[in-house]
């Protein structure tokens, strides 16, 4: 039979237990928070990352360069070497083989290519609604701020700022696929 001492230990032992399991509890909170503050807001996962383009937070940036020169005048004069260097940023997210999507669908043969047409990708939907085909004026206006060009799109990307490095970076992707 079972006498009050050994009650006392098996309810002493079960209390002992449910405090060790209450302490771990508390420190693996402490360790893993979910709260806002660490990739979380309102229990809804943010954004990871942020690929740096220099460019501080806050306001809107100029995409426009006042008295700037033609895009086509620039574009004619690019250098697919210098958009080898620029298309490293692009590297994070996407891809120059075809078929082979990423975070963003693959540039293969971008330069030409109907909007939102690469299989295998979903799209938001927000490109078709300001454009048909990627045309190396298209490019250039999405490149320079893309949120701004087609508003609702899922490239979380600032743009490029210089009309050179887009024009260089276009020029490059014309030559993969186009």
């Not at 954004?47 to 740096?52: M, R």
């Not at 075809?98 to 669908?105: E, L, M, S, V």
Request: proline share 4%.
């Amino acid at each position: 039979m079972i006498d009050t001492m050994t009650g006392t230990k098996i309810v002493g032992g079960f209390c002992g237990s449910l405090l060790v399991f209450l302490l771990i509890n508390w420190a693996s909170e402490g360790l893993y928070h979910r709260g806002s503050g660490h990739g979380y807001e309102e229990g809804h996962a943010v954004q990871g990352y942020v690929i740096d383009t220099g460019e501080e937070e806050g306001g809107k940036t100029e995409v426009a360069e006042e008295a700037g020169p033609d895009f086509a005048e620039v574009y004619a004069s690019a250098d697919p070497a210098k958009g080898e260097a620029v298309f490293r940023a692009c590297k994070a997210c996407h891809k120059l083989e075809p078929g082979a999507n990423a975070t963003g669908p693959t540039l293969y043969g971008v330069v030409g290519r109907a909007v939102d047409s690469v299989e295998g990708y979903a799209y938001s939907g927000a490109l078709r609604k300001v454009a048909d085909v990627w045309t190396p004026e298209n490019l250039d206006k999405f490149l320079a701020d893309p949120k701004g060009f087609a508003p609702g799109t899922k490239m979380n990307f600032k743009g490029i700022k210089k009309i050179e490095d887009r024009a260089n970076l276009i020029a490059y992707l014309a030559q993969h696929g186009g």
